[in-house]
Nanobody, 116 residues
Framework: QVQLVESGGGLVQAGGSLRLSCAAS????????MGWFRQAPGKEREFVAT????????AYADSVKGRFTISRDNAKKTVYLQMNSLKPEDTAVYYC?????????WGQGTQVTVSS
């Protein structure tokens, strides 16, 4: 079983940066590929980025490629999402989960709001 707690969201102006964190519990955290997902108002939840178990391989949605960086620290059981050059369309609740996601692992998410 894995429990995930996201943090680091907030209100930022367009062009600004935020760093999200996802703290995980569970002994097998380092075995899982992890991902960040987001859900904007009135839209379905969408994939943002993923990192493999070792942190070496990453992949991104086209909409965030070149602006966002996903990383992980298995010793701290934490996954990060560095978000730079933020745009108003990045406004959403951001969630972490395994990749592919497991329905039982969704947490509360962290709100990111980007003002123009």
């Amino acid at each position: 079983q894995v429990q995930l707690v996201e943090s680091g969201g907030g209100l930022v102006q367009a062009g600004g940066s935020l760093r999200l964190s996802c703290a995980a519990s569970g002994r097998t955290f380092s075995s899982y590929p992890m991902g960040w997902f987001r859900q904007a108002p009135g839209k379905e939840r969408e994939f943002v980025a993923t990192v493999n178990w070792s942190g070496v391989n990453t992949a991104y949605a086209d909409s965030v490629k070149g602006r966002f960086t996903i990383s992980r620290d298995n010793a701290k059981k934490t996954v990060y999402l560095q978000m730079n050059s933020l745009k108003p369309e990045d406004t959403a609740v951001y969630y972490c989960n395994t990749e592919p996601p497991v329905s039982d692992y969704w947490g509360q998410g962290t709100q990111v709001t980007v003002s123009s």
